[in-house]
Structures are given as structure tokens and as C-alpha cells.
């Protein structure tokens, strides 16, 4: 537009301005913008043009207009015009690269606001303003309107197109920015990680070179406890057995402690003992000293304790042994070799309780058995005494004490059922309550099993436990201890045997003593305790000695009835009935005397089955038996002056003896049958 203005400007003042003489071209007019900075350009640029003064001295003919363009014609100025540059900065009032528009060349023209569509910028297509000005009038020149409104059509699509493509080349130029952004922080980031790795391997050969180091010095190290691991281990003493036995219950663990304890102090012990002293050992010793004497205070606490309880009233002191003193055996053991001395002082106070235990129960248990009604068996009960001469009542029952006399309603002579004591000589004893309770009455062999049975197992069990709780000792200093603890009960035993026996003319109660005193005999030797032979040796010499008594009151019994025999005043006595007259008619019966004799000597050899001739019974029954057979030769005299008669009524006699004692069994035995069968044999051939 300001072209316009400069060609106005060297047209005569009469003509009219070009721009009202230009025919308006339906075309649209291509917005050209001149840029302040496109007016003077110091070289060629592709994408602009430029309006320097060296275009304006171009011919005139040079510049072609095209109708409807809105490019004017370049006009070379005359000489008296002055610079457009110039005359722009005159009428804008500023500097020529100002973009407001111009409505007239004078000086106080007035600067008007930029009209609608104003194009600020034109793109010259890599075209110098004189060449896109050409361009754009030659074709309107040459071409017709159409061809030039399809030409300016097209290059409109191009355009779009070209604006199209350059969005997406600046849109792609946008994402290759952002990739290159991404590109530098990616790369930022591999830059750190590969300083990282570089740092990271320098710590991992770092750390190889160290566990390569370590690795030799563990080598080392275990080499070095191969060979010292096992001389440390054996005098060192670790924090847990301290605290277990010093504050730590004593059951099992405890006592694994304390055998841990004794293998160390007996390994140090040894190693004091060798030729170097080692330092360790000698820092080691005061810490497994105390150890010891803690283990030593509180074991002496733990055995003072049960041997206390024994004591206590009703206690049953072998389930205290079996359960405390016999399952913790080893620390009794420990205590003697580390303490001998309060070791035998435990030992005594056992020793002393055990003793006033034993003797305390049995001491009750006898009084018990003393008020078991017992028969009494007195010289009136011997063989050769008249049956209707006993009394009612025995004399001899207030010699024993403890005892109430009772009525002699029995067959003191006659064994009866009493075998059976022998068959179940291991039955369970009678409680003391029990024996209190009794009304029934017994006879002397009851009292005396049911208390040396007692006796026998108790012997047995205080043995045992000796034997495993003092398994150290030798067996005299094992039978100290046991003969300490059971004299007492012992000589207690041997007294309610003496009570027993010393008043009683019982043949077959003491022989039954002395065949139950044989099997608990054989029984302690079965379990191997030896130490009751004493008590057995005793009991067998207060019961030979009284049988031996009561069968020579038998055998002094018949002896007198054999004196008081006579051909006729004795004829009575001879008699079953006791009736004279009787006896004179059957003067060949047998004799009451040989009944009550067939059923004595059945008795003494059934309790003898297993006896020998070596027994005082065999001698004791050869002197009754010869003393029954004078009597009978005696009394076969009051059958009359008839050999015969007297031959029948002997032979009758020993008969009756065969057949009473033909059921019993044994070498004694088998020897009076081949006796008697003898006789009767010689007489009645």
C-alpha cells in the first residue's frame, strides 16, 4: 500500500491514483506483509525477498502488475524524491520498520490503525521481491481470469497442503525434541548407572579380596580348632551349666548337668596332676571349685530332705526310694567323691532313719499279731496222755504275752489243714488292722509267717536299694550298713519267735515254722540276699531246739504209759472205749494210742516231704517210734497168754499205722513205711 502512495507521489497532481484506475480482479488478493526487517537485507535468503535500493533502479518495464494483486508497481524514483525510507519514518513519525499502516505521504499524516486483514508476513517462496511481483503480474497478464483463478486455487490447496505437511513436520520436529529430551535423560541415567557399576565392581572386588582373605583365615582358624576344640571344650565351663546348677531344678536335666560337671573337674583334676601346668587350668580351677561346692551344698540339702520325709507318719519308704533316692542315685555317688566326709554322714542319717523306721512298724505290727487268738498246746497234749485227763482251760496261755488263753477244742496232734500254710507260703501277709480285727483263732505258725514274711520282703527291698544307691561301697561296708539298720528289727523278730515257741508243746506249729523259716532261706538266696542268714541261723536255733523239747515230752509220755501197763488193771487203758469188760473182748483191736501216734507221724512227714536224714526230725521221729513200739509190745500182753492173739493185735496195730500213712510222700516217709511194713510183714507170716 505505501507503494501506492510513493507511485501517487511522482504522478502529476492531476491524474488520478493508480489505485482507482486499477480494475478490480475477482482474484483474491494475496496478503503481502513487508516486515521492518525484510526492507534492507545484506544478501539472498530462500524463503524471503527483500526491497533494496538496487531493485528500484530497475527499468521500468522490468516490473509487471497483475490485476487484483495487492503488490504495486516498483516506480524508480526521480532524483528529487526523496528516500521512501525516509518519507515512511516522516509520515509514521518512528522508524521505518514501524507496522502501522499510512494514509498519506505528507508530513502530518495521520497514522491509522492496521485495517482488517492485514497480512504481516508474506511468504515470497524463495522468490526476491522483483521476481515474486514479475511472477504475479506476468500471470495475470498472460492468462485469462479463469486460468488465473484455478492457478491461485491450486496454489491455495498447495498451500493448505504445505501448511498441512508443515504442521506434521513441526509436530514431528516436536517429538524428535522430546525424543532427544528423553534420548539425554536416558542417556544422563545410563551415564549414573554406569558410574554406579563401575562403583559396584569396585566394591565387589573389594569384597572378594576380603573373602578371599576371610576364607584363608577360616581355613586357618578351623585347623587351629581341630587341633586346640577339643582341650578348650574339655576345661571350659559354659554359662548354662553354671545357672542350671545353681538355680535349676534337680530332675533329669540337672542331674546331666552335674555328670558334665564330675567329667570336667576329673579332666582338670588329671591335667593338675601331669608335668606342665597350663594357665587356663590353673583360671579355670577357682570357678569349678565353687561350681562344685554349689552342686555339693544343694545335693546335701536334697538328701536331707527325703531322708527327712521318711519320718513322716503312714509313709511308705520304698516308693521315697524307688521314686527320689534311687532315680537321683548319682548324687550320692557325686557327693562321696567330692565330699567323703558329709557323704558318710548322709549315709548315717539314713542309716539311723531306716533303723527307727523298720523297728517302729514292726514294733506295731507285733502288737498287732499278739492279740491273734492262738491255740495253746501243753503237756496235757501229748501222746501218751489220757484224752479225758485234760482240762478245760491251759495254764500255759498266760506265759505268752499278748496272748488270751482259749479252749483246747482241737486236735493239737492231728494235722488237719494247717498243710496248706506251706502250699501258699507266699500269700499276701495280714494287715495290722486285720489282725486286730480277728476273732478266729490260729495256731502258732500264722503270727510267725505273716511276720517274718513281712520281715523277708522288707530285707529284700532295703537290699536292693543298698545295693544300687551305695553301689560304690565293698560288700563289708555294705553289710555294716545292714546289719546297722535291721538288729534291731531282727532281734524284735527273734523275740515274738521265742514267745511263740518256749511255751507251747506244739511238735507239728514249730516244725512248720522251721519248714516256712527253710523256704525264706531259699528264698533270700533266690534273691541273692545274703545278708539275712544271721536271722535265718537264728530263728532255726530258738525252733530246733523247742521241737526236739516237744518230742521228747511225747516220746517221756508214752514211755510212762508203757510202764503203767498191766495184764489185767490196765486192760482199760488198753481199750478204744476205756470200758474193762470191752477190753477183754476185743483184746485184739488196735490201741487209741496207735491212732492218735499213726495221726502224729502222718503229720510230722507230710511237713517233711522234702526232708532228709539229716535232720533232727529224723532222729526224733526213730526215738518216738521205738518208744510206741515197746509200749505195744507191753500192751499185746493184756491180750491174754495166746501168741497168736498178741501176734493179731500187734499186726492189727501196724496196719492201721500203714494205712493212715500210706499217702504221704518222701525219702522220711518212704523209710517208716518200709519200717512198718516189715513188721506187719514178720508177723503175719
Not at 554322714?345 to 499278739?370: E, V
Not at 553289710?479 to 515274738?496: A, K, M, V, Y
Request: a negative charge.
Amino acid at each position: 500500500m505505501w507503494l501506492d502512495r510513493l507511485s501517487n507521489q511522482g504522478a502529476p497532481s492531476g491524474s488520478p491514483p493508480v489505485g482507482q484506475n486499477r480494475s478490480y480482479s475477482p482474484a483474491p488478493r494475496r496478503s503481502i506483509h513487508l516486515a521492518p526487517g525484510s526492507l534492507v537485507r545484506p544478501g539472498y535468503s530462500p524463503r524471503s525477498s527483500s526491497l533494496s535500493n538496487t531493485s528500484n533502479n530497475s527499468p521500468p518495464g522490468a516490473s509487471r502488475i497483475s490485476n487484483g494483486s495487492t503488490l504495486k508497481q516498483q516506480i524508480t524514483p526521480p532524483d528529487f524524491v526523496e528516500d521512501p525510507l525516509a518519507i515512511l519514518g516522516n509520515i509514521l513519525g518512528k522508524s521505518a520498520t514501524t507496522d502501522d499502516p499510512i494514509v498519506d505521504g505528507t508530513e502530518d499524516a495521520v497514522v491509522l490503525a492496521k485495517p482488517e486483514g492485514f497480512v504481516e508476513e508474506i511468504d515470497f517462496n524463495g522468490l526476491s521481491l522483483q521476481e515474486f511481483a514479475h511472477e504475479i503480474t506476468g500471470d495475470e497478464t498472460e492468462g485469462s481470469y479463469e486460468e488465473r483463478r484455478s492457478h491461485l486455487s491450486m496454489q491455495s490447496v498447495e498451500e493448505s497442503k504445505d501448511d498441512k505437511e508443515k504442521d506434521k513436520l513441526e509436530d514431528l520436529h516436536r517429538s524428535i525434541s522430546a525424543c532427544d529430551d528423553v534420548l539425554k535423560s536416558v542417556e544422563i541415567s545410563l551415564t549414573s548407572f554406569q558410574k554406579d557399576l563401575e562403583h559396584v565392581s569396585a566394591e565387589i572386588e573389594t569384597l572378594q579380596n576380603r573373602s578371599s582373605a576371610l576364607n584363608s583365615r577360616l581355613e586357618n582358624r578351623k585347623v587351629v580348632e581341630k587341633l586346640l576344640g577339643p582341650a578348650v571344650e574339655e576345661i571350659s565351663i559354659a554359662p548354662a551349666i553354671v545357672k542350671v546348677i545353681s538355680e535349676g531344678p534337680i530332675d533329669d536335666s540337672w542331674m546331666k548337668t552335674l555328670a558334665e560337671l564330675d567329667k570336667k573337674s576329673k579332666v582338670i583334676e588329671n591335667k593338675l596332676k601331669g608335668s606342665g601346668v597350663i594357665k587356663a587350668i590353673t583360671d579355670v580351677k577357682p570357678l569349678l571349685d565353687n561350681l562344685t561346692a554349689k552342686a555339693i551344698e544343694r545335693i546335701r540339702d536334697y538328701l536331707a530332705a527325703q531322708i527327712k520325709s521318711l519320718r513322716s507318719p503312714n509313709i511308705n519308704a520304698q516308693i521315697i526310694q524307688r521314686q527320689t533316692l534311687l532315680k537321683y542315685k548319682e548324687l550320692y555317688g557325686f557327693l562321696s567323691r567330692h565330699h567323703q566326709q558329709l557323704a558318710e554322714d548322709l549315709g548315717q542319717a539314713y542309716i539311723n532313719t531306716m533303723r527307727w523306721y523298720y523297728l517302729n512298724n514292726f514294733t506295731r505290727y507285733r502288737q498287732a499279731l499278739d492279740k491273734i487268738l492262738l491255740y495253746q498246746v501243753d503237756r496235757y497234749d501229748a501222746l501218751g496222755n489220757d484224752q479225758s485227763s485234760q482240762r478245760g482251760m491251759s495254764p500255759s496261755a498266760a506265759k505268752v504275752p499278748g496272748t488270751r488263753p482259749v479252749q483246747a477244742s482241737h486236735d493239737a496232734n492231728n494235722i488237719g489243714r494247717r498243710m496248706d500254710i506251706l502250699k501258699n507260703s507266699n500269700a499276701t501277709v495280714i494287715s495290722s488292722y486285720v489282725a486286730e480285727e480277728d476273732k478266729a483263732t490260729h495256731h502258732i505258725e500264722t503270727s510267725f509267717r505273716n511276720f517274718n514274711q513281712a520281715l523277708i520282703d522288707n530285707v529284700s527291698a532295703e537290699y536292693s536299694f543298698l545295693t544300687e544307691f551305695f553301689s560304690f561301697s565293698s560288700f563289708p561296708q555294705m553289710s555294716r550298713r545292714f546289719t546297722e539298720i535291721f538288729d534291731p528289727t531282727f532281734n524284735l523278730g527273734h523275740s515274738l519267735v521265742k514267745d511263740l515257741v518256749d511255751t507251747t508243746y506244739d511238735c507239728l506249729g514249730i516244725l512248720l515254722c522251721v519248714r516256712l523259716n527253710q523256704h525264706y532261706a531259699f528264698e533270700l538266696q533266690r534273691r541273692k540276699v545274703p545278708v539275712a542268714d544271721g536271722y535265718i541261723n537264728g530263728t532255726n536255733m530258738l525252733l530246733w531246739p523247742r521241737f526236739q523239747v516237744a518230742m521228747d515230752l511225747h516220746c517221756e509220755s508214752i514211755r510212762l504209759l508203757a510202764t503203767t501197763v498191766s495184764s489185767r488193771s490196765a486192760a482199760s487203758k488198753l481199750s478204744f472205749t476205756g470200758n474193762a469188760s470191752d477190753a477183754t473182748k476185743q483184746s485184739t483191736a488196735p490201741h487209741y494210742l496207735t491212732q492218735r501216734f499213726s495221726q502224729f507221724l502222718y503229720g510230722i512227714l507230710s511237713i517233711s516231704y522234702e526232708a532228709g536224714d539229716d535232720e533232727p526230725v529224723f532222729n526224733s521221729l526213730g526215738r518216738l517210734r521205738n518208744e510206741y513200739e515197746a509200749f505195744l509190745l507191753k500192751a499185746s500182753k493184756g491180750a491174754g497168754t495166746d501168741a497168736k492173739k498178741r501176734e493179731r493185735f500187734l499186726a492189727n496195730n501196724y496196719a492201721l499205722v500203714l494205712t493212715i500213712i500210706a499217702d504221704t510222700e518222701g525219702k522220711l516217709a518212704q523209710e517208716q513205711q518200709r519200717h512198718f511194713e516189715e513188721l506187719k510183714n514178720a508177723l503175719e507170716a
